[in-house]
């Protein structure tokens, strides 16, 4: 099944949603970045925490989340656009943490101590950022404590990651509810209400339910209208001619330290982990180029 983003909005106009299987952009995240179980769990949320935020976007828009933090994963990224194009990267993903009987201890992972930070390509003329706190080091809670105060926005976020018997992504996925202005209190603590009585987003997730059949357990009581569905990929933007110009960046005597010392060049991309490499010749061609 593929994974794609549902967004809907009450008929009375209270909240709005969104909700999204991102079990694929998982997997391919763990893969990729040869992540243990600890690290694909914490990795896998925040792309679909991304992927989440995706579907508050328009056009040409693009937004990423970055967690810097004192546990062990040091540093993650998300990064995704209006189109529902999502591509990660992990500082550390190796964890060394081992699951409990009752979690993944992503907490423990991330840190308590740091900060997580969005950063929002909107077409202006500078991207919007904005920062807060790490509260838990649960990723879902900080990102609805990142909406609830830096953009004003009460919020709820679940993000779910389910694995394997091999530590494969076995179904992820997730929800973000926000509360919209002078939207009626009868409503909003209705869908309150109900939030604390669903069973866990991992019990929905291992039955399989769709984005659709997510937010209909929590807006159970509650009319509402699909708004938009956005089908999700794993995409990175990287080149061999982006590489090139990332190479020539670093000026014509480390070009020439890398051609005649080091034999040529390979430059690993930070997201895909694709491996780009140029011969001494090439690189010795690029700072003849820059004469």
Do not use: W
Request: charged content about 25%; aromatic content about 6%.
């Amino acid at each position: 099944m593929k994974d794609y983003l549902a967004k809907i909005l009450t008929r009375d106009g209270s909240l709005r949603a969104i909700a999204v299987r991102t079990t694929l952009l998982a997997e391919e995240s763990r893969r990729r970045h040869g992540a243990d179980p600890v690290a694909t769990v914490a990795l896998g949320r925040l792309v679909t925490g991304a992927a989440l935020c995706g579907g508050t976007l328009k056009g040409e828009q693009r937004l990423a989340l970055l967690i810097e933090g004192d546990g062990p994963l040091r540093r993650l990224f998300a990064e995704t656009d209006a189109g529902g194009r999502v591509r990660a990267s992990i500082k550390c993903p190796i964890s060394g943490l081992l699951p409990t009987l009752t979690d993944y201890t992503v907490a423990n992972a991330v840190g308590k101590s740091g900060f997580l930070h969005v950063i929002k390509d909107l077409g202006l003329k500078e991207s919007y950022r904005g920062s807060v706190r790490l509260q838990t080091g649960e990723i879902g809670e900080d990102l609805a404590y990142y909406f609830t105060v830096s953009e004003q926005t009460p919020s709820s976020v679940s993000l779910g990651v389910c694995l394997g018997e091999q530590g494969e992504v076995a179904a992820a996925g997730g929800f973000l509810i926000q509360a919209l202005p002078d939207g009626d209190e009868e409503t909003i603590a209705l869908v309150e209400r109900r939030l604390r009585e669903v069973p866990p987003l991992t019990s929905l997730l291992k039955q399989k339910l769709t984005p659709e059949g997510i937010l209909a357990e929590v807006f159970r009581e509650v009319p509402f209208r699909i708004e938009q569905r956005i089908d999700l990929c794993f995409h990175c933007g990287c080149h061999r001619q982006r590489i090139r110009s990332v190479l020539l960046s670093l000026g014509k005597e480390e070009l020439r330290r890398l051609g005649e010392e080091e034999g040529g060049a390979s430059v690993t991309c930070e997201f895909c982990k694709e491996i780009y490499t140029f011969s001494r010749e090439e690189v010795l061609r690029m700072t003849d180029a820059l004469d």
